[in-house]
């Protein structure tokens, strides 16, 4: 078409090329190394086709280690940056501001708050089946966060029109007040309870099995598919709301959209690792950066970039402290945290030049 | 094509009240097909709601609007805005999108066609005067230049091979940014549109431009339309004191009636 889209895909390709790659790095850390040919070699055997690139016989265990632990690790991070590049991408659209995170639409603290009652819960009623923490603790966590954030939009309906604002002060208030009962729930906690919520709360790809793997497919692939559908409305939404509509576009509809979609996707990725933050916020600034403001090529973009950070984040946590494993939400904030303060810096710097 | 009538936008006592505040009241007027009207008053007198309510934004507290013999609100949004377009007061961008993005936008309501929307940007970049700024960052952009990029934006939006008949542009406040030549080259731009059918309404302050350059101005004092016609029947120093509360004279400055304030 012209030299921008051609120059675009190259830069989608090569972001895919390094994403395959770091998957595939990372795929070899662990207490057993296990070089990158073998686990090609391992990959396209489970799919029948033997390519011996190591020319050497794997151990059973070796497979085992690569399909049923590394592969479904790395998957899920791989959907869980995907889940949280997007979802940051479309709320700072729906907010008209870069410096929202996903959280602001109050679903981290409403999970929170189900994860926590999970963890008491359970001890109480001596559940001592892990199945059951591993299975109730996804499903309340979701319905948790759902529930904060039908809160946090059903507050911000004014005569019939969502208003932006109100949903922006309602989000915080939500928060502060989510945070009033995981107070609450921490203080009656005991110990061993106190430190399982601590951990889930730092975020963890550890749980990663092939079921959780398709659950979170399934659960975010059409929430995936609206948004890159929703391209290049969000663009003209950027104009403002009324001028959007003067355009045609009905703003209700893509409003409520935005939010019910990324709160399922923030939703699947908070149940099943927890809090992994800083991803959502800092990912579609730096495709912003690099591919301009366009969403149509800041929601690819913020899927792949995702999914890269989410990937490179994990390696480091695993080899950091290695043979043990620092939480993944310690990574993405020690990295997160300083760029949002440049983000800051930098943005004051701009608003004094838009005057 | 229906041949009957060359009313484009009747508006029937309309009144528009929020939260028990009235802010628009039995307001009444028409307007033909290829007119240029100005809408003029003090501040707060209502004349930026009285546009929003003609633009389907908001919806009267009494009385209706129709826009080609329909009623405003049983329009689809999306049918409408093939035909009337809206240039708001103040916008603001908060994302560092491009000139020509911008102005592409105006393209939404149409079926996507990259050569002839192209073709569309080009030509509306050369009328607005904006070569200079072709790739440039719209945050980056003085008030006039983002005024003028906007106004190209709705240009484009209602953009037409050959002619503007039935088509209505509804700009508030369209030259309070512009320099004096940007200012007189949109009002020669209007013209031009008018000449091929267009028909305009818009919000003006400068009394003058509102006299030079439209067919029929309406004057808002307090919540009302006190005076509505042809600017020549309208424009006179009594209507005018009466609505601002001030004291000029007019001077005549040509034989067809023309008339210029004298401050």
Redesign the interface.
Known sequence: ?NKKYEKNTIIFLIGLFLLAIISLVSTTIGPVKISILQIIDILFESININTNLSSSEISQAFKTVVIDIRLPRILMGIIVGIALGISGAILQGLF???LIDPGFIGVSSGAAIGAMFVIMFSQLIAIENNFYIQFLLPVFAMSGGLSTTILVYKMSQMSGKTNIMAMLLSGIAVNAFSGSIIGFLVYRASDMELRSFTFWTLGSLDNSNWLIVSIAIVAILIPIIISINLR?KL??F???D??A??????IEKLKKRIIFISALMVGVTVAFCGMIGFIGLVTPHLV?LIM???HKTLIFGSAILGAIILILADFISRIIIAPAQLPIGIITSALGAPFFLWLIVSQKQ?IR??K | MKNKSTNILTVVDVSYEINDITINKGINFNINLGEIVSIIGPNGSGKTTLLRLISGDIVPSYGNIKFREKDLNNYDPKEISTMRAVLPQNSHISFPFTVNEIIQMGRFPHPENYKSDKTIVDDLIKTFDLNDFLGRDFTSLSGGEKQRVQLARVFAQIWSEDSYNGKLLVLDEPTSFLDIKHQLDFFEIINDFKNNGLTIIMVLHDINHASSFSDKIGMMKKTELIYFGDTRDVINSQNLNDVFDINLKLINIDSNGKKLIYL
């Open positions: 078409m008209r501001n870069p290049k663009d003209i950027m104009l403002g009324a001028e509509g003067y355009l045609g576009l009905n912003r301009g403001p366009s701009k030049y838009e």
